[in-house]
């Protein structure tokens, strides 16, 4: 039995990322029963404030120097979340594009848990280190298509920057989902979702 975990960084409960993440989840769910899908909705899930304190106790484990007792509270929630992450065995991530990146809640969900020792390690020799080497779907929603022959691949930071994290980590097996352009402006969005679902099946039947 395998342990899915779900994450959503769309607030909305009909976007287009969310309905692929749909058709993707129900097709495999058909097709593997017995496995768990857990689900992470970004906007009503409660993270610890990455304030000073937090900051001082990542330093604090990079320095290999002891926490004050705020810090290591803090620190605990932070491991707990990192943990719990690394707890799945596949993941699945819906991703909009916000402002050529990605939402600012899954942004500070990566700065929770991208922790030195716990998803990545570094060393002068090896450099970085992935922890993670877990298969994962990337879900991406955008109002403009960005892809090769829009003349807009540059301006893309959010598929190459979420793409970048995930290789960090460790993660290899990577497939990615782009569902664009969604704006109603274009007659091309509903092909465009039904694509994006199409695709969401296929690869579902093999994750
Ligand atoms: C704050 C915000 C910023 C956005 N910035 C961009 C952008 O830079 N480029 C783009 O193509 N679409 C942008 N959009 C549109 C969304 O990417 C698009 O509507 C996408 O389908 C949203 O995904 P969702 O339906 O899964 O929420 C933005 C939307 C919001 C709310």
């Known amino acids: ?5 779900r994450i959503s960084s769309s607030p909305r409960p009909r976007g287009c990322s969310t309905k692929i993440a749909d058709a993707f989840v129900n097709e495999y769910v058909s097709i593997n029963g017995s496995d768990v899908v857990d689900r992470i909705d970004l906007w009503s899930y409660d993270l610890p404030e990455l304030d000073s304190v937090a900051i001082e106790a990542k330093y604090a484990v990079l320095r290999r120097a002891n926490h004050s007792e ?19 065995d596949k993941y699945i991530f819906s991703v909009p594009m916000w402002n050529w990146g990605i939402p600012f809640i899954l942004k500070k969900y990566i700065d929770t848990i991208t922790q030195p020792g716990l998803l990545f390690e570094w060393s002068p020799k090896a450099g970085y280190v992935g922890l993670v080497n877990k298969p994962v779907v990337a879900i991406y929603s955008s109002s403009f298509d960005y ?20 290789r960090v980590i460790g993660c290899r097996d990577i ?17 465009a979702l039904e694509k994006a679902k199409q695709q969401a099946r296929e690869i579902a039947r093999i994750f």
């Open 175 to 191: 497939q990615s989902i782009v569902v664009a352009p969604t704006s109603a402006a274009f007659s091309e969005s509903v092909v």
């Open 70 to 88: 705020s810090e290591r509270s803090v620190w605990r929630r932070i491991v707990d979340e990192a943990e719990k992450f690394k707890a799945y």
């Open 1 to 5: 039995m395998a342990r899915i975990l």
């Open 147 to 166: 892809g090769e022959g829009s003349g807009m691949t540059g301006m893309d930071h959010q598929k190459r920057y979420f793409d970048h994290w995930l």
